[in-house]
């Protein structure tokens, strides 16, 4: 009756309102594409650990809630990924960080993040294609970084988009390594240009008996492979020196820029050039 009301869990109705309600203000932002309310990209730069310079910047999307402020893609992403409005997202996002890119100097690298979702659409390698074309961005100046997540049910579609990918330029980065279940069988199953090692030991890699060992034969294992290293969340002097000393390629991180608006980018570039 009535009254039963009463006894439904209120802090779970609560969270499903919530996010419904978010899923709504999220359609809202996606509409209103680059416009006021709408959905923003900025860019993190990746700098090089031999001779300090800037090699790429990962587009990271960001959302300016009328109400609420900043909304984290930590909290937004997995409700478009549920929704499927991350189909949406990341085109857009790509779009976006494409153009912007075409006018950086042509030794910086752009790199966007590919959720699993988008995989099961089909239609990604179109339009990654699509996206290259329009903004005359060289397909060879393009990264993606996607997570084990998307090769998790040895999936021959997804691997097939990564294959073709590759075949015209397109360089694809392993996310977030060492943070979900199995890593090492990923990187068989696909010859990956890169691997992205996780903040999380970047974070204790300066502690005694911390992550420094791991790091290392992650570079190691990279090397072997011919692939590059990234490390990710880079926030101390002596983080960054001992990934310099541990054969680590690349840094990214708060210590040295975190994301900004394209424009501050092109002032960034402008900047590390004439030093
Ligand atoms: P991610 O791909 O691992 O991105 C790195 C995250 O670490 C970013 O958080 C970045 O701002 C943050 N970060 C960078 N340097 C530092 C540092 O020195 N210290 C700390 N504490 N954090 C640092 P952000 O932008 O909040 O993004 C969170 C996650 O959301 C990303 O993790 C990525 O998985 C996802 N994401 C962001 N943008 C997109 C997008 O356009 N598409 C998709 N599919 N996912 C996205
Ligand atoms: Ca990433
Ligand atoms: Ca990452
Ligand atoms: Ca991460």
Redesign the pocket.
């Known amino acids: 009756g009535r009254h039963t009301y009463r006894f439904f869990e209120p802090d779970m109705d609560a969270k499903v309102r919530e996010r419904r309600q978010l899923e709504g203000d999220l359609r809202h932002a996606i509409a209103q594409g680059g416009r006021e309310g709408g959905l923003e990209?900025?860019y993190?730069p990746c700098l090089g650990l031999k001779d300090d310079r800037i090699t790429g910047c990962?587009?990271?999307?960001?959302w300016r809630h009328p109400e609420r402020g900043w909304v984290?893609?930590?909290d937004f992403?997995p409700i478009?990924?549920d929704t499927g409005l991350?189909n949406e997202?990341?085109e857009w996002?790509?779009a976006t960080?494409c153009r912007d890119a075409a006018s950086w100097p042509d030794d910086i690298r752009l790199a966007?993040?590919?959720?699993p979702?988008?995989f099961k659409s089909g239609t990604l390698a179109l339009k990654i294609m699509a996206a290259l074309a329009t903004s005359n961005l060289p397909a060879s100046r393009l990264e993606l970084?996607i997570?084990e997540a998307v090769l998790i049910r040895d999936d021959d579609a997804a691997l097939a988009i990564l294959h073709q990918l590759r075949a015209i330029g397109v360089r694809i980065a392993l996310?977030?390594f060492g943070t979900g279940y199995s890593s090492l069988s990923y990187l068989h199953r696909f010859p990956f240009d890169k691997i992205?090692i996780?903040?999380c030991f970047?974070e204790d890699i300066a502690r005694p008996d911390g992550s420094a060992s791991i790091v290392q034969a992650v570079v190691n294992l990279a090397a072997a492979r011919r692939m590059t290293t990234t490390a990710?969340?880079?926030?101390t002097e002596e983080q960054q020196r001992l990934l310099r000393t541990l054969g680590c390629s690349e840094m990214?991180?708060?210590?040295f820029s975190?994301?900004k608006p394209a424009d501050k980018m092109l002032e960034l570039f402008a900047l590390h050039r004439s030093r």
């Open positions: 990209v900025y993190q990962e587009a990271l999307v960001r984290s893609p930590a992403i478009a990924e991350i997202i990341g996002v790509l960080a966007v993040n590919v959720s979702v988008q970084e997570t996310d977030d992205k996780d903040r970047v990710e969340g880079v926030e990214q991180g708060y210590l975190a994301a």
